[in-house]
């Protein structure tokens, strides 16, 4: 357990859904982040939040649309998604210093999400 | 632009051999370089980081260094063992002051008893 969660932890849906994938971190960490990881791809850092407050959107399109309501949730609210947006979706948070480059991320287990 | 490239084919080693997985880059001066673990349906774990000014990390059987003239990080683990089988990603940090962190697609490791 690394002390981050996600639900769920399988999704399928098609492409006129709505759905959200949801984070939650018990670390006291103050930065969270949503990555989009392909086969044989790179993860891809979709979005950052640091103290509540979006700091990074990586050109992710409009069908992807993040919520961080407090410093423990994040969410990914999902809508007319595409065939190729199926993927693992990992959270992760770390404990950001202002003006530092980042300790280690503690990621989570993931959502594979299947979009038909 | 900014690329990573660490080796894409799978590395098999007989257990008890010291495993060897490279990380190279281009167009960057990372001040932070990071390893991490995954394994098959799990997120990334987190395992060394190394600074620019350090030239190795060592953390039980784990060794990273960091060449920042060749702009290549050398991973190794010695006295492997099957357990170590994974997927292991290296990270560098964008350079920009955020908090962004760029992943290689990562190195699968096959440990064979």
């Known amino acids: 357990e690394t002390g981050v969660t996600q639900t769920p932890r399988h999704l399928v849906m098609g492409m006129t859904n709505k759905k959200s994938l949801k984070c939650e971190q018990h670390?006291?960490?103050?930065?969270m982040y949503w990555y989009k990881q392909s086969a044989k791809k790179p993860l891809e850092l979709m979005f950052v939040?640091?103290?509540?407050?979006?700091?990074e959107n990586n050109s992710v399109p409009s069908r992807f649309s993040p919520e961080c309501p407090n410093s423990s949730h994040l969410f990914l609210h999902l809508h007319t998604l595409q065939p190729e947006d199926s993927a693992l979706y990992l959270c992760?948070?770390?404990?950001?210093?202002?003006?530092?480059?980042?300790?280690?991320?503690?990621f989570g287990p993931g959502t594979r999400l299947t979009v038909l | 632009s900014q690329k990573i490239e660490q080796n894409s084919e799978a590395l098999n080693i007989q257990e008890g051999k010291t495993a060897t997985l490279t990380c190279n880059y281009t167009n960057y001066s990372p001040a932070y370089l990071q390893w991490y673990r995954q394994d098959p349906g799990r997120g990334p774990v987190f395992l060394l980081l190394i600074r620019e000014n350090e030239k190795e990390k060592r953390k039980e059987r784990l060794k990273v260094t960091f060449d920042t003239t060749l702009k290549q990080s050398l991973f190794h683990i010695t006295a492997s063992q099957p357990a170590d089988s994974a997927t292991y990603l290296c990270a560098l940090d964008s350079g920009s002051g955020t908090y962004k962190y760029i992943f290689g697609t990562g190195t699968r490791l096959k440990v064979l008893a």
């Open positions: 670390l006291g960490h103050n930065a």
């Open positions: 939040y640091s103290l509540e407050e979006r700091v």
């Open positions: 992760a948070s770390s404990q950001e210093v202002i003006g530092g480059r980042s300790n280690e991320q503690f």
